[in-house]
Structures are given as structure tokens and as C-alpha cells.
């Protein structure tokens, strides 16, 4: 069948080389899409089923998964970020998030929230604090590298139980994940620092600052409006990650119907071969490079290479995230000035250093691993449990955000009244 795919290239670029002789180049840059969108539809014509069978996979992966895992952490995040609560907490967070990513304290609660739910509640709560003014563009920018990421839910359920058939395996991908994350974050607390002043002073007493901000005029808001429009745009959103979930599904099956990404391997494998990799890594890769899940899948099923290549392959692939995931994130900051290049360029570099961790820690601290065998694990049949499943783990890591929000508030806190008093010594002035 992939022959077909070819002649359709083939007959595009003939056809515009014919049309587009005497056209300068940026006629040719506005036919890239057109005939990308044509060349789309005549794939859907001649692999339907494919098409249609891979749009059933996208619906039941948004249903039984991103619907329930998300739905909380969005609802949430509306209503801490319209009830002025964030702002609030970021003056408690600051000498910590400071210092470590140069960002604002505000930062910690995407931070925290990016790590317990998945992608793509990091990008939407950047965004929303950018809208709000909490963030500086070169803030935003900064922050939306390392704090979208891939949740728990995924990490430990979909990939170390339901593609690799190991639960053990979940919290190390986690932990080495997160530890890109923040390896990440760190190096772009660099990031823009010709363009504004990245220095921080604690000014003022720290809890007529927190009082400041949650007086009145964010507790006169209307709760029952505040929880309806986060309700409804919650869904709205979420109606739009289904959509591109859906979308980006039909375009890699497509991709594998058509022998496309085989053709790619092969080639990339070629080059790979001396670093020991293998064409079903390089295939995975490459999948993964459009699509997380799809990607993922493909390297826990390789089943002629290493478990470490595996591993590896699936730790940078969950830390790039695909381009169905970069396309949620951009239509997300489509609405601010926040360039999308930083955040492209932390998440290649986040799934190089989650590679990297994952082979030097599995040959260091866990090698017995490496020579165990999996053991069969059977997925419950029945739909219903597994959505009650997934809303109450996405609930479960919900609470867990909000714990590690505390953890940073009292160390943020300590930090925060030790300078304090250090003041206080040197003004001579012994109250709060």
C-alpha cells in the first residue's frame, strides 16, 4: 500500500513544478500548506479504514483517559487563579522559585500542578498568569519550559504498567522526568536576562503582603459564577485537546499505513547503527517525535532491543511530548505574546537529559532490572472502571500538588522570616 503514498508525492511535486515555474518563493511558501491539506485528504480517501479506525482510538484515548485525568486540574486551577489565591501564595513562594528559575513565587503553582497532572495544564496555567499580568514575558517564557509535563497517571499507569508490563518501573520514569524537568528549568533561569533586571529583594513585612492581596476585592467575587465559568471553560478546553488528539492520531497511523515512518527509520537507523540503536528504536522515535503515546507504545513493544535502549527511548520521548502536544501548548499561548520557541527548545533538551538519566541511573543504581522479565498484567475489561479509576488517581495527584505547594510555602516561609529577622537586627526593630 505504500506505494501509493509515493505516487502522490510524486505527482504533487511534478504538478507544482509545472504550476509554480514562474512564481517567486513566497508563492511557494503560501502552496506548503494547501498541498499538505490535499495531499491529507487524499490519504484519508485511500486508507479509510485506517483513518477511521485510528479517529476511534484518538475519541477512546480522550474519553477513558484525558477527560477524567485533566478535568480536575483544570476546573481547579480556574478557580485559584480567578480567586487571586495564586498571587497570593507566589509572594510566599518567591524566595525559592527565585533563585532556583528566576521566575516569580506564582510559578511554583504551575510547577506543581505541570508534574501532578500532564500535559497540557502547565502551558494552560502559564498562560492564564500571563493574561493576568502575574508574569513578564520573559517570565512566561521561562517558566513554560520545564513546567509542562508529562503527569503521574501516565507515567505510572498508561507506560510502566499498560506498555511495559512493569509497575515497579513507573516511579523511576517519574523521578527521572521530573529531574529533567527541573535540569531544565535551572538552565533557562538564564534565558532572557539582558532583556529585564532578574534580581530579587524581599521588601516589606511578608504577611501584610499576603494580606494585601486577599482582601476584599477577591473575596467579593461571586462564588457560584467563579465555579460555573470554570466548569464551562474547563470543557471547552478539553473539547479542544480531544480534537487535536484526535487529529494527530489519524496523521500517525496514516504515516505508519503509508510506510512513511518505516522509509525514515530505515534512514535514521543507518546512522544510528554505530551507536548500537536499532530501526525499531529509531521507529519509535521517530513516531514519537508527532505523538507521545503512540511513540511510548513503540518502544515498550521492540521486542528485538535492549530494555535499556527501550527505557531510554520511551524517557525522551515522554520528555519531548510529540507535536500533538507542542500544537494543544500553541493554540493554548495563541493568545499572549509568548514566544513558543523557548518552550520547543526546553522540551528537546528536557528529553535528551530524562534519556540520559534513565541509562546512566539503570546501569548505576537499578541493573538488576535490566535482566528481569515482566510479568503479565491484565487490563480490567470494564470501561466504567477505569474511568472511575483515572478521575480519582487524577483527584489522588491533585492533593499531591497541593502538598508539594506546601512543602516549597514552608520552606519559602522559613527562608522568608530568617531574612525578616535579619532586618529587623540590623533596623533595631523587634516586632512581627
Avoid at 483513518?51 to 480522550?62: F, P
Avoid at 467563579?226 to 492520531?249: E, H, M, P, Q, T
Avoid at 510479568?375 to 470494564?382: L, R, S, V, Y
Amino acid at each position: 500500500m505504500s506505494w501509493y503514498f509515493y505516487i502522490i508525492i510524486a505527482l504533487i511535486i511534478i504538478s507544482l513544478a509545472f504550476s509554480c515555474r514562474s512564481f517567486k518563493v513566497i508563492y511557494l511558501k503560501n502552496l506548503v500548506l494547501p498541498s499538505l491539506c490535499v495531499l491529507f485528504i487524499i490519504c484519508l480517501v485511500i486508507f479509510s479504514k485506517t483513518a477511521v479506525a485510528s479517529a476511534y482510538k484518538g475519541i477512546k484515548l480522550w474519553i477513558e483517559i484525558v477527560f477524567p485525568s485533566l478535568f480536575p486540574f483544570f476546573v481547579a486551577s480556574e478557580l485559584l487563579n480567578k480567586t487571586g489565591l495564586v498571587k497570593a501564595v507566589g509572594i510566599l513562594l518567591e524566595p525559592v522559585m527565585r533563585p532556583l528559575f528566576n521566575v516569580p513565587g506564582c510559578g511554583s503553582f504551575a510547577f506543581a500542578m505541570g508534574i501532578t497532572s500532564g500535559y497540557p495544564v502547565g502551558a494552560k496555567i502559564t498562560s492564564e498568569m500571563r493574561k493576568e499580568g502575574l508574569l513578564t514575558k520573559v517570565e512566561a517564557e521561562r517558566l513554560l519550559t520545564f513546567t509542562n509535563n508529562s503527569g503521574p497517571l501516565f507515567i505510572i499507569g498508561a507506560v510502566s504498567v499498560g506498555m511495559f508490563k512493569m509497575p515497579r518501573l513507573g516511579l523511576f520514569l517519574l523521578g527521572c522526568h521530573v529531574l529533567a524537568s527541573t535540569t531544565v528549568g535551572i538552565i533557562f533561569r538564564f534565558y532572557g536576562r539582558k532583556k529585564e533586571s532578574s534580581g530579587y529583594n524581599f521588601k516589606g513585612n511578608l504577611l501584610k503582603r499576603l494580606k494585601n492581596e486577599l482582601a476584599p476585592s477577591h473575596a467579593a467575587l461571586n462564588p457560584g459564577k467563579l465555579f460555573g465559568d470554570a466548569v464551562r471553560n474547563s470543557v471547552n478546553l478539553l473539547l479542544a485537546i480531544g480534537g487535536f488528539i484526535i487529529f494527530f492520531s489519524v496523521i500517525i497511523n496514516l504515516l505508519l499505513e503509508t510506510g512513511f515512518i518505516k522509509s525514515l527509520s530505515d534512514a535514521v537507523s543507518a546512522i544510528l547503527r554505530p551507536l548500537g540503536i536499532n530501526q525499531e528504536i529509531s521507529a519509535s522515535i521517530i513516531s514519537g517525535f508527532f505523538e507521545i503515546t503512540t511513540g511510548v507504545n513503540m518502544a515498550a513493544n521492540a521486542e528485538y532491543s535492549p530494555l535499556i535502549h527501550r527505557l531510554t527511548a520511551a524517557s525522551f520521548i515522554m520528555g519531548w511530548a510529540g507535536l500533538s502536544v507542542h500544537s494543544q501548548v500553541i493554540s493554548m499561548v495563541g493568545g499572549t505574546d509568548i514566544s513558543i520557541k523557548p518552550y520547543l527548545l526546553g522540551k528537546f533538551l528536557q528529553g535528551v537529559f530524562a534519556g540520559v538519566y534513565s541509562n546512566i541511573l539503570l546501569n548505576i543504581v537499578w541493573p538488576d532490572l535490566l535482566e528481569t522479565h515482566p510479568a503479565f498484567i491484565a487490563e480490567h475489561p470494564d470501561a466504567l472502571v477505569r474511568l472511575q479509576g483515572n478521575f480519582f488517581n487524577s483527584v489522588r495527584y491533585l492533593v499531591l500538588s497541593v502538598f508539594l505547594m506546601a512543602v516549597l510555602f514552608l520552606i519559602s516561609f522559613i527562608a522568608a522570616r530568617k531574612k525578616e529577622k535579619r532586618r529587623n537586627r540590623k533596623t533595631g526593630y523587634s516586632g512581627l
